[in-house]
């Protein structure tokens, strides 16, 4: 068994020799050594031009490091390994997928980019943004817009917004036979549209911005934006690590959004929880969708203790344990059994999946009956 001290010793003098070593330790040493190796000892050294490494070492060093660590280490990168050139090529740009991935690695790198490579960072983040939107957004308005109208019912409704087969089946039994028609004693119909706060659903989406969570930051930005252009919800942004950014006032700029994201960092799910508490006013109107591992950095107990009180409030708390296409996330099982023994719905979302999801808490159906019929394993209370 390697002693703190050896082990320490191995990884700052990037020791050839990685035994007794633990498999997470030797992919440490690994990235540092990518940078820092010293130059002629042969094989040793360097990304590549690949880009699979450059994305790999990239999510390697935000695991590893603190932010400000991060932001140094890649500056160094730039300067020793010519990354800024690497990222300048059109070419280089070319070779990689354009997807959420790529659009967390050149968020993370912007602290060390100089402005033009900015503005290519910000060329193709915009063009993930664009194929992002047109393939989610139709679905989200359609869904989430009908969701709200539909669960808000009058029967005092105007001509316009009369729900004619409702009110038929319910005057049926005042039919005339001699007219040949149904006489609407009660009119049922949809409520208008209003821009009333007091009227209004609240979306709250805490999205934790820790390194681990990078593509679900981005689809979470995505959707933010999106609901906040649906005039019938009222829709907030709030991401944290051990900071707190409140990015609602950015919402109608999805590429603004995603470049006010400090991806890396702790993570505090207590602080950013009492910070959203402060914004809610009309708790049994809220919907608080809590993204995170729940990996919890800062006070634990009141983690719990606070996710309760929302519960207990009225406020509808879910939380997705990652909001994207990557599969079963990592995530700290007591904190998600916990929560899940509240009645809050526990599990993992992907983006195809979310609309019909937040569509189902809006008309307060039950979400683990959704769930379970959409083949998604919610976490059982602990």
Known sequence: MTSERTRRWKLALGDDDMDG????????????SALYETEGRKG??????????????LGDIREFFPTPVVQIIQKDAFERLNLKALMLEPEFLETLEADVHLVADLISLRGAMPEKTMETA?????????????RLQSKTIERLTGAVNRSQRTHRPRHADIDWPRTIRANLRHYQEDFKTVVPETLIGFARKTRTRADLDHVMLCVDQSGSMASSVVYSSIFAAVMASIPVLSTKLVCFDTAIVDLTEDL?????????VQLGGGTDINAALGYCETKIDRP?????????????????????????ALKQSGVNVIVLLALSDDGRPSYDVRHAGAIAAMDCPVFACTPDQFPDLMATALTKQDIGQWASANGIELVRGA
Do not use: C, I
């Open 122 to 134: 910000r060329m193709v983040v915009n063009k993930v943004v664009d194929d992002l939107m047109k």
């Open 21 to 32: 070593l633990g498999e997470r330790d030797q992919r440490l040493s690994r990235a540092l």
């Open 252 to 260: 109608s700029d999805p590429v603004k959004v995603l470049f006010g």
């Open 284 to 308: 049994g109107k809220t919907h608080l969708v809590l993204v995170t591992d729940l990996y919890e950095g800062g006070d634990a107990a009141s983690m719990l203790a606070r996710v309760a």
């Open 44 to 57: 040793r050294g360097g990304l590549g031009a690949s880009s699979p490494k450059v994305s790999r070492w």
